[in-house]
């Protein structure tokens, strides 16, 4: 009875969910990342250069000295959130569902993605108050709506311990496994180094993230750049396959262009949305925990985010399966993408692919602790703050634990519905309030009118 209770409310929430993230949720987020994009007239496209110098600027010692944390642990905690198994499973489930032609929607997603991050991060900065940060701020007080704020923070919250908790160690598990590790003894593992972090504040989860983030990142991407230098002779072929499928001229010299298309378009841009979280206002949560008050600044930062996460890391992963051939073996997930690094750096190269989803997962599981305890806060109102602080670490790091052993497909599709609650309410919000992000630009743009849509 009670397993046939439990069906019916997985097949119930999987319906509900598949509902919700259909092709009307995915063309929004794409829709409203080309609005803005020309309402600021490409203002996040044109300056790509400064979202890096932003990120390493040399005013990250002042934020450290007075009392907030970095612009650069601030970009590391959001990427650590960002950044989880989905930068390499992601990408091979997008190219095992969509085809080599899923990557090139990946790109264009982020591409108008970054005006997203960029207007949700220039909101944030400008509605920070020193009792009230996040999106949370310019919903309640830009948007004018308290209680559409709290709801906010209550699926931030509660999604922290699906997606950003349990679904990950069950990756770090998993992968685990595939280099002869015991799952549960990996899952303890976590658990012990997330509750070490975490239980210091979440400062110390930023100082962490800045630390991991940029070394596994770093040697992650080297690894693959070596293996596409290998292969560089396919990388001509590897482009003209995902151009040509992402159009649909394979599929439309086969006949069957119309159906083929709209799922590599749809899950390339769904792939895209998922990888960077623009337009999810989850950035907006470290981000405005900076002592930097120039909101145009902390918006190319942002945008600097969705480049690194979507266009080099989620790259480079596609570049290696496709460019190898990894993504005809006929393997899928984690195995497609260890497939093709084994093949251009050995055998030893699987046992690098999945340390790396670990500690990718682990990253992630540090970060969305950094989100559920800034959407806690806020939702506490200053009440019982210590004790609620300690039982959600305690909490957390017990959930950690029995991810890594629990069966979790309910669990993440439940966590993608508070996502899409999380995505709908920032939306919603971030485009009632364009004209201030606009109004932002000028500012430093010497009053140069930027005309509406």
Same mark, same amino acid.
């Given at each position: 009875m009670h397993f046939t209770f439990y069906c019916k409310i997985s097949e119930f929430i999987n319906g509900l969910n598949d509902l919700l993230w259909g092709t009307g949720t995915v063309l929004l987020v794409f829709g409203a990342g080309i609005f803005f994009t020309i309402r600021i007239r490409g203002f996040n496209i044109i300056h790509i250069a400064d979202a890096f110098k932003n990120i390493f600027s040399k005013e990250t010692a002042a934020d450290k000295n007075s009392g907030g944390i970095s612009r650069f642990q601030a970009i590391s905690t959001a990427l650590a959130a960002s950044m989880g198994t989905g930068n390499i499973v992601g990408v091979a489930a997008a190219v095992s569902a969509g085809g080599a032609g899923a990557i090139f929607w990946m790109w264009i997603s982020a591409l108008f993605g970054t005006a997203l991050a960029f207007a949700e991060n220039v909101l944030g900065i400008r509605y920070k108050k020193d009792d009230l940060s996040g999106p949370m701020a310019y919903i309640s007080e830009g948007a004018g709506s308290r209680k559409a704020a709290v709801i906010y923070a209550a699926v931030c919250f509660s999604a922290s311990f699906g997606i950003g908790n349990m679904t990950q160690t069950n990756a770090i598990a998993s992968a685990a496994k595939e280099i002869g590790i015991s799952p549960i003894l990996?899952?303890?593992?976590?658990?012990?180094?997330?509750?070490?972090? &975490? *239980?210091?504040?979440?400062?110390?989860?930023?100082? $962490? #993230?800045e630390r991991i983030i940029p070394a596994i990142s770093l040697l992650y991407f080297a690894a693959a750049a070596a293996?596409?230098?290998?292969f560089r002779k396919e990388l001509a072929g590897t482009f003209?396959? &995902? *151009?040509?499928?992402?159009?649909?001229?394979?599929? $439309? #010299?086969?006949?069957?262009?119309g159906a083929s298309l709209k799922k590599t378009v749809s899950v390339g841009l769904r792939r895209g949305v998922f990888s960077n979280e623009a337009g999810m206002g989850s950035?907006?949560?470290?981000h405005t925990e900076t002592n930097c008050s120039d909101p145009v600044k902390m918006g190319m930062c942002a945008v600097g985010e969705v480049l690194v996460d979507t266009i080099i890391c989620c790259t480079l992963t596609a570049l290696v399966i496709l460019a190898t051939g990894a993504d005809l073996c006929g393997e899928?997930?984690?195995?497609?993408?260890?497939?093709?690094?084994r093949r251009g750096l050995g055998k030893y190269a699987a046992v690098f692919v999945s340390v790396s989803a670990m500690i990718f997962a682990f990253c992630t599981l540090l970060?969305?602790?950094?989100?559920?305890?800034?959407?806690?806060?806020?939702?506490?109102?200053?009440r019982n703050k210590k004790k609620a602080l300690f039982t959600f670490r305690a909490i957390y790091t017990a959930a950690a634990f029995i991810g890594s052993a629990a069966e979790l497909s309910l669990i993440w599709n439940t966590a993608d519905i508070f996502n899409w609650l999380m995505l709908i309410i920032n939306l919603f919000s971030i485009i009632l309030l364009n004209g201030e992000v606009v109004g932002e630009i000028k500012n430093i743009n010497g009053g140069k009118k930027i005309p509406p849509v």
């Amino acid at each position: 009875m009670h397993f046939t209770f439990y069906c019916k409310i997985s097949e119930f929430i999987n319906g509900l969910n598949d509902l919700l993230w259909g092709t009307g949720t995915v063309l929004l987020v794409f829709g409203a990342g080309i609005f803005f994009t020309i309402r600021i007239r490409g203002f996040n496209i044109i300056h790509i250069a400064d979202a890096f110098k932003n990120i390493f600027s040399k005013e990250t010692a002042a934020d450290k000295n007075s009392g907030g944390i970095s612009r650069f642990q601030a970009i590391s905690t959001a990427l650590a959130a960002s950044m989880g198994t989905g930068n390499i499973v992601g990408v091979a489930a997008a190219v095992s569902a969509g085809g080599a032609g899923a990557i090139f929607w990946m790109w264009i997603s982020a591409l108008f993605g970054t005006a997203l991050a960029f207007a949700e991060n220039v909101l944030g900065i400008r509605y920070k108050k020193d009792d009230l940060s996040g999106p949370m701020a310019y919903i309640s007080e830009g948007a004018g709506s308290r209680k559409a704020a709290v709801i906010y923070a209550a699926v931030c919250f509660s999604a922290s311990f699906g997606i950003g908790n349990m679904t990950q160690t069950n990756a770090i598990a998993s992968a685990a496994k595939e280099i002869g590790i015991s799952p549960i003894l990996a899952g303890a593992a976590a658990a012990v180094f997330c509750g070490a972090v &975490i *239980f210091r504040g979440g400062k110390k989860t930023a100082a $962490a #993230a800045e630390r991991i983030i940029p070394a596994i990142s770093l040697l992650y991407f080297a690894a693959a750049a070596a293996v596409i230098i290998i292969f560089r002779k396919e990388l001509a072929g590897t482009f003209v396959r &995902i *151009f040509s499928s992402a159009f649909g001229l394979r599929q $439309a #010299a086969g006949g069957i262009l119309g159906a083929s298309l709209k799922k590599t378009v749809s899950v390339g841009l769904r792939r895209g949305v998922f990888s960077n979280e623009a337009g999810m206002g989850s950035s907006v949560l470290v981000h405005t925990e900076t002592n930097c008050s120039d909101p145009v600044k902390m918006g190319m930062c942002a945008v600097g985010e969705v480049l690194v996460d979507t266009i080099i890391c989620c790259t480079l992963t596609a570049l290696v399966i496709l460019a190898t051939g990894a993504d005809l073996c006929g393997e899928e997930g984690l195995a497609m993408a260890a497939e093709g690094f084994r093949r251009g750096l050995g055998k030893y190269a699987a046992v690098f692919v999945s340390v790396s989803a670990m500690i990718f997962a682990f990253c992630t599981l540090l970060g969305w602790y950094f989100y559920g305890e800034k959407c806690l806060l806020f939702i506490l109102n200053g009440r019982n703050k210590k004790k609620a602080l300690f039982t959600f670490r305690a909490i957390y790091t017990a959930a950690a634990f029995i991810g890594s052993a629990a069966e979790l497909s309910l669990i993440w599709n439940t966590a993608d519905i508070f996502n899409w609650l999380m995505l709908i309410i920032n939306l919603f919000s971030i485009i009632l309030l364009n004209g201030e992000v606009v109004g932002e630009i000028k500012n430093i743009n010497g009053g140069k009118k930027i005309p509406p849509v």
